[in-house]
Nanobody
């Protein structure tokens, strides 16, 4: 069982930056692919960013087109934490942001989810 707890959401103004944090349980966190998703009112949940540790200081990160260039995902395997830095926020970024984990090696399924943290961007 993996537990994910997000933090860092809140109300910000357009153009501001925000950093979301996700704390994960689990003995083999470094093996998990970690990701961030979001769900805006009336819309489906969508992928935002994902990161996998490849060993040593090497990582692979991928991003949705909607946040590419404005978002940076990172992880600290020693602290079982994954971060999402979002810059130049717009009202389109308003959503509940979820942390997720792919635990099973080779799986394409996000097996575990956090409860979400609300991000509201006022224009």
């Amino acid at each position: 069982q993996v537990q994910l707890v997000e933090s860092g959401g809140g109300l910000v103004q357009a153009g501001d930056s925000l950093r979301l944090s996700c704390a994960a349980s689990g003995r083999t966190f470094s093996n998990y692919k970690m990701g961030w998703f979001r769900q805006a009112p009336g819309k489906e949940r969508e992928f935002v960013a994902g990161i996998r540790w490849l060993g040593a200081n090497s990582y692979h990160a991928d991003y949705a087109d909607s946040v590419k260039g404005r978002a940076t995902i990172s992880r600290d395997n020693a602290k079982n934490t994954v971060l999402l830095q979002m810059n130049r926020l717009t009202s389109e970024d308003t959503a509940v942001y979820y942390c997720a984990a792919q635990v099973i090696p080779g799986s394409q399924t996000w097996e575990y989810w956090g409860q979400g943290t609300q991000v509201t961007v006022s224009s």
